[in-house]
Nanobody
Framework: VQLQASGGGLVQVGGSLRLSCATSRRTFSTYVMAWFREAPGKEREFVAAGRWRGGSGHYGDSVKGRFTISRDIYKDTMALQMNSLKPEDTAVYYC?????????????????WGQGTLVTVSS
């Protein structure tokens, strides 16, 4: 299973970015995609997760109300829309996938990972 994350970059405080993660979806009948992030000197943390089948996303407390996870069924991708960005959002963002429909927030629950994309929020 290959995951390809894209969309990172440099943005000013209060700005927006949209991350996208493409996967060889047809490997699974359905899956959950999650986004994690890792800031310098910190542990990787859960950001958001959503089901390919749709439904409500699940978010970490620090991003609730600012980030939204969604799917693009025509492109076989899931996106993370990040609004009202803060300097503390600066990190390498990783997409990860697990087969099935149950959303987990733990790193070990996701066997497949993308390469990461850097998001830098400048103040």
């Amino acid at each position: 299973v290959q995951l390809q994350a894209s969309g990172g970059g440099l943005v000013q405080v209060g700005g927006s970015l949209r991350l996208s993660c493409a996967t060889s979806r047809r490997t699974f009948s359905t899956y959950v995609m999650a986004w994690f992030r890792e800031a310098p000197g910190k542990e990787r943390e859960f950001v958001a997760a959503g089901r390919w089948r749709g439904g409500s996303g699940h978010y970490g407390d620090s991003v609730k109300g600012r980030f939204t996870i969604s799917r693009d069924i025509y492109k076989d991708t899931m996106a993370l829309q990040m609004n009202s960005l803060k300097p503390e959002d600066t990190a390498v963002y990783y997409c990860a996938v697990r087969e099935g429909t149950y959303i987990y927030t733990g790193i070990k629950s996701y066997p497949y990972w993308g390469q990461g994309t850097l998001v830098t929020v400048s103040s």
